[in-house]
């Protein structure tokens, strides 16, 4: 692993743990944090997410601070799967959403929906994890966001859709390339590259 990558992956656990254990022991949002059904470790060969595992993991970092966020927003792309032995296990739990399939279609409706967020963290977060879920419904969702009305919407869509390794998603994006907002383009290319990548 490369010095910046295990940097990186420090940075992230140091940050992005922390964020969820404050979001579990904070009063009512405990409630909502701690799945109903915790499982305390994650093997090797465990890749599933359960519902409330992602909704754990997108409140828990509902209220980051830039640095935060893009911290999280790192650990996309890399994260260590060394386990300390004094680490929070649901914590952990928690944060290492992002490393298992998302195999239920119940938690598009609420991901599309926290896409739509105020929250500038949690909404790219969302998008993310619908793009990584490559779930029917959530690469429905995607494209059709494309079109939205807002600019924000439509550039993380196609963020999204860069995180799902979908191919065949290629008209569309090409199609984004010709967007109003530059932004939106700028997503657009990136998304080609990403999905075509591989």
Do not use: K
């Not at 792309?77 to 928690?94: F, G, H, Y």
């Amino acid at each position: 692993m490369s010095t910046a990558r295990q940097v990186l992956t420090f940075a992230a656990a140091m940050v992005v743990v922390p964020l969820a254990m404050r979001a579990r022991e904070s009063g009512s949002a405990r409630a909502s944090l701690v799945p109903t059904r915790v499982s305390t470790t994650v093997s090797e060969g465990e890749s599933q997410a359960t519902v409330s595992d992602v909704q754990a993991y997108v409140e828990g970092l509902r209220g980051a601070n830039s640095i935060q966020c893009e911290i999280a927003l790192s650990s996309f792309n890399s994260w260590s799967s060394s386990r300390a032995p004094d680490r929070d296990s649901v914590a952990w739990n928690v944060a290492m959403v992002i490393h298992r399939r998302i195999a239920s279609e119940q938690i598009v409706p609420e991901l599309v929906t926290a896409m739509r967020s105020p929250d500038e963290c949690v909404s790219r977060i969302a998008a993310r994890l619908l793009g990584r879920s490559r779930l029917a419904p959530a690469r429905t969702a995607l494209l059709s966001a494309l079109r939205d009305e807002s600019a924000l919407v439509r550039r993380l869509a196609a963020i999204g859709i860069g995180f799902s390794d979908d191919s065949t998603a290629n008209t569309q994006l090409v199609r984004a390339l010709a967007d109003r907002d530059e932004r939106v383009r700028a997503a657009a290319a990136w998304a080609l590259g990403a999905v075509n990548e591989h």
